[in-house]
């Protein structure tokens, strides 16, 4: 029964049935119990050696702490006393949670190369979900000890429910998220020198979010943001533009510059872009007010926009064009560090290099314009099996 934690990990709603048999007899029968459970469903689903290797190990890991963490607040298995103290189990709860979530981020920054506490904070965004799970552990044993087996199984029909709407909203999610790719991808089809280019907005500006300390949310949101920065491209005005191999003119570039204002109204219209829309529409604003469409200046920009501002013209400044080479990382970084306080908040720019982000994403832009775009890899490893 799994469900999706992030887009590189997922859980798996059998925890709420190992955390009550923690519960029920907090002892090494529960753990080699609930281990040969995950055992046997990995070869059933004919997991790989490796994979099948972690998550039962992983388990063995949790549960065994777990039991450690319930048997150390000196509650007895409810089981024998019939009892369930609330603060032992919300205990063995946050010691299975933290060691599972330790065991996923440590074995994906192993494989990714990805700093282990970013990781390990991209992973709490499905610790709300996890904490749904407790009255649910509360109904297990309570119905367990009062009622038996059977009753038991059928609690476990409150657990499919809440799976489901998760499923389906991460399919919706999916959904979605696979219709703006396609939007941005149809957009970019009229400019081959900008082919993939959002995509790379997207994620430049992904990696300075959180180097800035932006919560996994407000992550998301700027990612999205970045991946629509350029929408408002797709309005035919722009099409004969787009296809000229030369500089633009000046009415030319006065059409052009409408693009965020085009972007801002389209995305508008739909109630799940609306914290996107001031992004998109001041993603050309200058720190000192020289930028369009609006003229704004300074800590009137949007956070997201002056981020995807920064993102962009790294970008650009990469990108081959009819009238010129890409330019080195080297030249990108003097030119952007000469443009703090003219074009890109300074402050926000003196964090990002400091933190070594700029030097990372103008890495990546300039391999991604020598070899092509390659997206992030997908990981597979299950965070709750």
């Not at 996923?104 to 992973?123: D, H, I, M, P, Y």
């Amino acid at each position: 029964m799994p469900y999706a934690l992030s887009d590189k990990t997922s859980g798996n709603a059998t925890f709420v049935t190992f955390l009550a048999s923690v519960v029920l007899a907090p002892s090494w029968v529960t753990v080699v119990s609930a281990v040969s459970v995950v055992f046997v469903s990995q070869l059933l689903q004919r997991k790989d050696g490796v994979k099948t290797l972690f998550n039962v190990g992983q388990h063995a890991v949790a549960l065994s702490i777990s039991v450690l963490a319930f048997r150390a607040t000196g509650a007895s298995g409810a089981v024998f006393t019939g009892d369930i103290r609330t603060f032992p189990l919300v205990v063995a709860f946050l010691a299975f949670v933290v060691a599972n979530s330790t065991a996923v981020a440590a074995v994906v920054s192993a494989e990714t190369q990805k700093n282990f506490w970013t990781l390990w904070k991209e992973g709490q965004r499905g610790f709300l979900f996890d904490m749904v799970a407790l009255p649910f552990v509360y109904v297990f044993v309570r119905v367990y000890i009062d009622y038996g087996v059977l009753a038991t199984s059928a609690a476990a029909a409150l657990v499919l429910i809440v799976r489901q709407l998760n499923s389906t909203n991460e399919e919706l999610h999916l959904s979605n998220k696979e219709l703006l790719e396609l939007t941005v991808t149809t957009l970019e089809a009229r400019d081959p020198y900008t082919s993939g280019h959002s995509r790379r907005v997207s994620q430049y500006s992904r990696m300075m979010g959180q180097a800035l300390g932006l919560t996994a949310k407000q992550v998301d949101r700027l990612t999205v943001a970045g991946l629509l920065h350029d929408v408002g491209k797709i309005h035919e005005v722009f099409a004969p533009i787009l296809s000229k191999p030369g500089k633009l003119t000046a009415e030319e570039r006065a059409i052009m510059e409408s693009h965020p204002i085009k972007g801002a109204e389209l995305v508008r219209i739909s109630s799940h872009l609306r914290d996107t829309v001031e992004p998109i529409r001041h993603h050309h604003e200058a720190w000192d007010g020289s930028g369009y469409p609006d003229a704004l200046a300074g800590e009137s920009i949007p956070v997201f926009a002056r981020i995807i501002a920064i993102a962009d013209t790294i970008d650009a400044m990469a990108s081959d064009r009819p009238y010129r080479r890409g330019l080195s990382a080297e030249k990108i970084r003097a030119e952007i560090v000469r443009m703090s306080g003219i074009q890109f908040d300074p402050q926000m720019l003196r964090t990002l290099l400091s933190a070594g982000t700029i030097d990372t994403v103008l890495r990546l832009a300039c391999a991604s314009h020598e070899d092509g775009f390659a997206a992030e890899p997908t990981l597979s490893l299950l965070a709750n099996g």
